[in-house]
């Protein structure tokens, strides 16, 4: 399997910019996307294809990245981003990160 | 608006089988993939396996032996079965839509999730 690293948690102020990572334990090509989910709700798709925004997605999100090291990023971040974000891979089967949980301050 | 609900038993004892049911409206499950991804307490997410718009079906392979993906088309229903369960398939259970983006199938629908406890 294919595994994909994420750090568990961030904090960050309202306005700044939050990067986070993705790291695959083998190359994905760029087969990264990633998913946001709130406290109680489902996980709604953000990026695939490493950079390409989901319909409806605000353009505060952005994706790069390629191979094995993949990152999201918000910018501003608003206190509404408050979620777990997730990466998932479909290179290797599919797989998904442990998700990252950001808290906004 | 493709919308997805799961529905099923919240509690099920070890050794018996899971089943759930997820109901999709705003969209045909003889178009696209439908599968069925589960969360577990602490948070990591495992792919199970999806049916596709034909009724072909692929497995996570570490479920292979214990896992069946079926649908009703008439009532545009599709369903998990998964075996021999034990207190490690604890986990809140979600059917999704898978549709390609780019060379990539991603899941652009979600429904809210099922929580199954097994436990006797």
């Known amino acids: 399997d294919t595994v994909l690293t994420q750090s568990p948690a961030l904090a960050v102020s309202p306005g700044e910019r939050v990067t986070i990572s993705c790291r695959a334990s083998?190359?994905?090509?760029?087969?990264m996307h990633w998913y946001q989910q709130k406290p109680g709700q489902q996980p709604k798709l953000l990026i695939y294809g490493a950079s390409n925004l989901e319909s409806g997605v605000p353009a505060r999100f952005s994706g790069s990245g390629s191979g094995t090291d993949f990152t999201l990023t918000i910018d501003p971040v608003e206190a509404d981003d408050t979620a777990t974000y997730f990466c998932?891979?479909?290179?290797?089967?599919?797989?998904f990160g442990s998700g990252t949980k950001l808290e906004i301050k | 608006e493709v919308q997805l609900q799961e529905s099923g038993p919240g509690l099920v004892k070890p050794s018996q089988s899971l089943s759930l049911t997820c109901s999709v409206t705003?969209?045909?499950?003889?178009?696209?993939?439908w599968g069925w991804i589960r969360k577990f307490p602490g948070n990591k997410m495992e792919w199970m396996g999806y049916?596709?718009?034909?009724?072909?079906?692929s497995y996570n392979p570490s479920l292979k032996s214990r896992i069946s993906i079926t649908r009703d088309t008439s009532k545009n229903q599709f369903f998990l079965q998964l075996n021999s369960v034990t207190t490690e398939d604890t986990a809140t259970y979600y059917c999704a839509s898978l549709v390609r983006r780019v060379f990539y199938y991603v899941m652009d629908a979600w429904g809210q999730g099922a929580s199954v406890t097994v436990s006797s």
């Open positions: 083998e190359s994905v090509s760029t087969g």
């Open positions: 998932q891979q479909s290179w290797n089967d599919l797989t």
């Open positions: 049916i596709s718009y034909s009724g072909s079906t």
């Open positions: 705003g969209y045909s499950i003889t178009s696209n993939y």
